[in-house]
C-alpha cells in the first residue's frame, strides 16, 4: 500500500482486506493454539489444567495494562502516518516501548513476589496440588511481560503503518515451536506444567525478539515508515507519553472493570450448582471463538480511522467507517446465524450431562440472537471512537453499562424476577444495545471530531 497516495484512495476495499485478514488469521491462530496447549498440558492430569486454567484468566487480567496501552501507541502513530509525519511517528514508536516495557515490568515483579496471594485473592482456598501448579505456571508467566509487552507493541505498531502480515507470521511461527516445545517437554521430557511454562515463556522471548530486531533494522523504511533504530539512546517525551496514555489508560479502566463484573457475573453460576456452571464454560468457550472475528474488524478500524484522521480528512473517516462496519455487521450476523443452525452438534462435542446440555444451548441461543443485532456496534464501532481520541467517553458508557445492566440487571433478573441463570445472559444482550445506543448516537453527532491526540501542525 503506497503511503504517498492520498488517505480516500489509500484505504480501498483490497488495502482494506490486506490489513484485516492478517488479523483474523492471527486471531484465529491465537485460540487455536490456546486449545492445543490445554489439550497437551491435560495429559498430566486435571489438576494440571486447573492451574494453567487459573493463571490463564488471571494474565487475561494483568496484561490489560500493556495490550490497551499499545492500542493507545497505534493510535498515536497511525495518526502521525496518516499525516505522513514519519519522523514523529518513530519517536512515538520509541515512547510506546518504553512506557510498555516499564509497565509491564511493575506488573511482572507483583505477579513474581505476589503470586499466590493473587491466586488465593481470586480464587480462595484451592486445592494443594492445584495451587502449586498454578504457582509454577504463574512464575514463568510473570517472567514473559515484559517481553509480552514488547512484542504486543510492536505488532501494533506493525498494524497502524497498514503491516499486519508480519506479526501473523511472527505469531505462527512462535505457535508452532510452542507446540513443538510442549511435545518435547511435557511429552518427552515429562515435565508437565513446568514444560508447558517454559515452552510459553521460551515462544514469548522469541516472538518479542523477532518482532523488535525486524523494527529496530528498518531504518531505511523497507517494512514500514517506523523504525526502533535508536531505542537504546533513551528519550523520554512526555507529550508522546501522554497522548498514548489518553488513549490507553480509559482502555485499561474499562477492560479491568468488564472483567471485575464478569467474575461477579460468574458467581451467580455456582449457586444453580455444577451442570449451569459447566454450562456456562462451554457457552463461554464457543462465544469467546465467535468474537475473534470482531476483535480483527476493531483493530483494522483503529488503524484505518486513525490514519484518515492523522491525514485531517474526516469525510474519509466517516465514509471508511460506514463501510467497515457494513462488512462487521454483516459477518457477525453470518457467524451468529451459523452458529445458531450448528448449536446442538457444536455443545454436543462437549459431551456434556442433558442438564448442562440444555442449559449451554439455551444460553448460547441467546447469545447468537444478541450478537447478530448488537454486537458489532458496542465492540466494534467503538474502535473508531478511541482512534479519535474519544476514549473516555467509551469508557464511562461501557462502566456504566456494564454495572447498571451487565451486573445489576442479572441479579434482578435471575433472583428477582426468577429467570434462573438465563437472566445472565439476558442481561449480558441487553447489555450489547444499551452501548450500542450510545456510540452510534455519539458517532453520529459529530462530537468525537472535537478531541485531538496528536497536537496539531
Avoid at 413 to 434: C, R, S, T
Wanted: glycine fraction near 8%; aromatic fraction near 10%.
Amino acid at each position: 500500500m503506497s503511503q504517498s497516495l492520498p488517505i480516500a484512495e489509500r484505504w480501498n476495499n483490497r488495502a482494506f482486506l490486506g490489513l484485516l485478514v492478517p488479523i483474523l488469521i492471527e486471531q484465529l491462530l491465537v485460540v487455536s493454539m490456546s486449545a492445543v496447549d490445554t489439550m497437551m498440558v491435560s495429559s498430566v492430569g486435571e489438576f494440571a489444567v486447573s492451574g494453567v486454567n487459573i493463571v490463564t484468566n488471571i494474565n487475561y487480567l494483568l496484561a490489560i495494562a500493556f495490550t490497551a496501552l499499545a492500542t493507545g501507541g497505534a493510535v498515536v502513530v497511525s495518526q502521525y502516518i496518516g499525516r505522513q509525519d514519519h519522523a514523529n511517528s518513530k519517536v512515538a514508536a520509541h515512547q510506546l516501548v518504553y512506557i510498555a516495557t516499564l509497565v509491564s515490568v511493575a506488573i511482572m515483579l507483583t505477579a513474581l513476589l505476589l503470586r499466590r496471594p493473587i491466586i488465593r485473592l481470586f480464587y480462595g482456598n484451592i486445592e494443594e496440588d492445584v495451587m502449586n501448579a498454578a504457582a509454577v505456571y504463574f512464575l514463568f508467566m510473570g517472567l514473559s511481560y515484559p517481553f509480552l509487552a514488547i512484542y504486543t507493541s510492536c505488532a501494533a505498531l506493525f498494524r497502524a503503518t497498514g503491516n499486519s502480515k508480519t506479526p501473523m507470521r511472527i505469531s505462527l511461527f512462535v505457535n508452532v515451536l510452542s507446540v513443538c516445545g510442549n511435545v518435547v517437554l511435557i511429552f518427552g521430557l515429562g515435565l508437565g506444567v513446568l514444560g508447558a511454562a517454559v515452552s510459553t515463556l521460551a515462544s514469548k522471548i522469541i516472538a518479542a525478539v523477532i518482532a523488535s530486531t525486524i523494527l529496530y533494522r528498518n531504518s531505511s523504511g523497507k517494512f514500514a515508515p517506523i523504525s526502533l533504530s535508536g531505542i537504546f539512546s533513551v528519550r523520554i517525551v512526555r507529550h508522546m507519553i501522554k497522548n498514548i496514555c489518553n488513549v490507553g489508560v480509559p482502555s485499561v479502566l474499562e477492560n479491568s472493570m468488564f472483567m471485575v463484573g464478569r467474575l461477579l457475573t460468574q458467581r451467580i453460576f455456582v449457586s444453580f450448582g455444577t451442570a449451569a456452571v459447566a454450562a456456562n464454560a462451554i457457552a463461554g468457550t464457543i462465544n469467546s471463538i465467535s468474537f475473534m472475528p470482531g476483535s480483527a474488524f476493531g483493530m483494522t478500524l483503529l488503524v484505518i480511522v486513525g490514519q484518515c484522521i492523522g491525514a485531517g480528512d474526516y469525510a474519509a473517516a466517516k465514509k471508511q467507517v460506514a463501510k467497515i462496519m457494513r462488512f462487521a455487521c454483516l459477518f457477525m450476523f453470518a457467524i451468529s446465524g451459523t452458529t445458531f443452525l450448528l448449536l446442538e452438534p457444536l455443545v454436543g462435542f462437549f459431551h456434556l450431562s442433558p442438564e448442562s446440555h440444555a442449559f449451554a444451548v439455551s444460553f448460547l441461543r441467546i447469545h447468537c440472537v444478541s450478537m447478530a443485532l448488537g454486537w458489532a456496534t458496542s465492540f466494534i464501532l467503538p474502535s473508531a471512537l478511541r482512534s479519535a481520541g474519544d476514549a473516555r467517553y467509551v469508557m464511562i458508557i461501557a462502566v456504566i453499562s456494564m454495572w447498571t445492566v451487565r451486573v445489576s440487571a442479572a441479579y434482578l433478573l435471575v433472583f428477582v424476577i426468577g429467570l434462573g441463570p438465563l437472566g445472565v445472559w439476558i442481561a449480558m444482550g441487553a447489555d450489547f444495545f444499551v452501548r450500542s445506543v450510545f456510540y452510534l448516537a455519539r458517532w453520529k453527532s459529530g462530537k468525537w471530531q472535537e478531541k485531538r491526540v496528536i497536537d496539531p501542525v
